[in-house]
Structures are given as C-alpha cells and as structure tokens.
C-alpha cells in the first residue's frame, strides 16, 4: 500500500480541485487488479504507455482514470508480437460479425430451443426476463418451467413464450428432452422444488447457463462433481463467486483475474465474473469487457444476462464465444439505454436496445 508522504501527496492532488492527468497509470492504482493500494490519485484522463494494462478497465478502476487514451510511444509492430497477451479486451462489432447472416429459408428449427428453468414463488419475473431474453436475442424457441401458478402472468407478458408450470422433476424431463441449452436459476430460489429441478437438468447433459440461485445451490454441493461441465457457463458476481469458491468478498474484489480463473478451474467450463470491466474466463484465455455503467445497479440485469447467453449458445455460438458477446452486448445495451440517464435504469430497458444491436 500506498505510505508516507505519498499518502499526503496523493490526498493533495485529489483535493486540489484542478484537471489530473495520469501518466501511465494513476498513482496508488494496482496496474495488475485495479484495487486501490490505500490511497489512489483519481485522474480525469489517464494516458497509459505501450501497453494497455489491464488494472485500468476492472476493480475499482472506473473511480480512477477518468477517460483512457493509449499511446504506444511509437514501439514498432513486431515487438508486440513478441509479447504474449496476458488478457483480451473485448469490442462488440467484431463479436457480432461472428454470428453468421440468417439464410432467406431459415426457420426457428435453425436456432435452437431455450429453456429457462426457474420462477419460484415470489420470483416470477426473474424467469420472465430471462425468457424474453433469450426471445429478442434470437432463440428459435423458448419454453418455461415454472410454478403452475405464475404461467398466466409470463404468457400475458410474453405470448411467443412457452411456460409450463411444473411440480417435479418428472413433469420436468419432456420440456428438457425438447431442450438445446438451459438457462437455469433466474428466481430459482433455494427450497426442495429447485434443488430437485437443478439436479434434473445437471442429469441431462444438456449445454447450461447457471445464474443465481442456480450458483448458490451449486455452491452448496448440489451438482454432483461427475456432471459434464465442458458446455456449462457459470454467471456469479462477486458475492456468489465468493461463496463458489470459498473465500470472501474481499479477497474476490482484491484479484478477479485470479477469481475469474480458479472459478473456470473449479466448476469447468466459462465463467463469467461480473461487475465493473466483467471477465470471462475459458480453459485457455481470459476476457474483459469494459462496456456497461453504474445504472445496471438494479435487479434483474443478472436474469438478462443469463437470457441473452443462453440464447447466443443456443444459435451454436461456441460457449466462450457466446458468452464473450452476451456480456458485451448486455453492457453496451446499458449504455445505450443509459443515454435517458442513470438512475432508475431496469433490466428490461435493456432487451430493445440487445435487439436492434444484434440487427
């Protein structure tokens, strides 16, 4: 950490009510994480040199840097080719070119069918968003399974939807034997009903998104350790990261490079570690998407997430791929929406602004 007349230097700057350039990186900011050593110089505009370091797009960074502006001090082309990239920073466009244009004959057979796994009592909407998610961003088809009680209210929001209300793991197995990819655990929750309706859908094989309270059951054991994960993506933030792997918060928030990669190590497959400059981690590389804004400090956005995912894996997006655009198509959607402002941003705002980025 930060000492000594540093420490005094450092509250100076950021009491002197004058423009802060940052050279490089602000002072006190760990270039390696984006946690803040103590004391850290907040910077309208930081100029990192000959390499984007990725401390400044994650953590607590965003307070920070102000505005980035990369410079590369001329460092020729082949230097960086000698230099093996540690961790990608994401753009959206190039992510959208990958999903292929739809041929003139194409029918919903051709985009698979989501099945979003979810909705106790209380919860309802967490499975609706989720559901009209995966719809917008492209499914072929997208069923519910649900309480019986709350199907009225997800077909009068969403009549293109498929919920069936569901009482067991026996009513459960037709609607996964038609399924492509599960997005299980928006509203979830944790009683005997959803534990009994994870374990069914861990059973099938069947390609997954795991969200909320589906991470929470899989924290507590819930998912034998023999269930294929190759095709699993998980979607914690930091709290459920914390509790996946055992440690704190804190210590999450001290090294999400770290936290990203032993979640991919753990439970297989990609994991998603959300929050401010989100990673996405695979079994050979690390992703980071800085798009999104403090307005998806709201409930919901998670269940979004979970959707759009879901539905971009059910289109044969490889799950690292589909997991890479589904973040950054949810975060620059947010800022889209954001445009109005801020404060009072909801979840569904987002699935419009998805929709016409996806085109």
Known sequence: DVRGDYVHAIEAINASGNPVLAVDI????????????????????????????????????????????????????????????????????????????????????????????????????????AAEAALRCGAGLVRVATRPEHVAALVARTPEIMPLGV?????????????????????????????????????SGKPMVLDADGLNLLAAGKIPAETPAGNRV?????????????????????????????????????????????????????????YGNPGMASGGMGDVLSGVSGSLL?????????AALGVCLHGAAADIAATEGERGLAASDLIPEMRALLG
């Open 26 to 129: 602000p002072s006190g900011l760990c270039s390696d994480s984006g946690r803040v050593l103590g004391a850290a110089v907040r910077a309208d505009l930081t100029v990192p040199f000959i390499g984007l370091k990725r401390g400044l797009f994650t953590g607590a960074a965003g307070d920070y840097t102000g505005a980035v502006s990369f410079t590369d001090l001329a460092v020729p082309a082949e230097v960086y080719n000698e230099v093996a990239t540690d961790c990608s920073r994401l753009e959206l466009e190039p992510l959208l070119e990958r999903l292929p244009e739809r041929p003139s004959n194409a029918h919903k057979g051709l985009y698979g069918t989501v099945l979003v796994i979810g909705g106790d009592y209380g919860m309802a909407g967490a499975a609706a968003m």
């Open 167 to 203: 009482e067991s793991g026996d009513d459960l197995e037709p609607l996964l034997d038609g399924a492509d990819v599960l997005v299980v655990g928006p509203g979830l929750g944790q009683s005997p009903w959803s534990d009994y309706l994870l374990q069914r859908a861990a059973a």
């Open 234 to 290: 998980i979607t914690p933030h930091p709290g459920e990261a914390a509790r996946l792997l055992g440690i704190t918060n804190a210590e999450v928030n001290a090294d999400r490079f770290g936290a990203a990669r032993a979640l991919q190590q753990r439970y297989g497959g990609v994991a998603i570690l959300k929050g401010y400059g989100s990673l996405i981690a695979g079994a050979d590389e690390t992703l980071l998407s800085d």
């Open 314 to 322: 059910a289109q044969h997006m490889p799950a690292l791929e589909a």
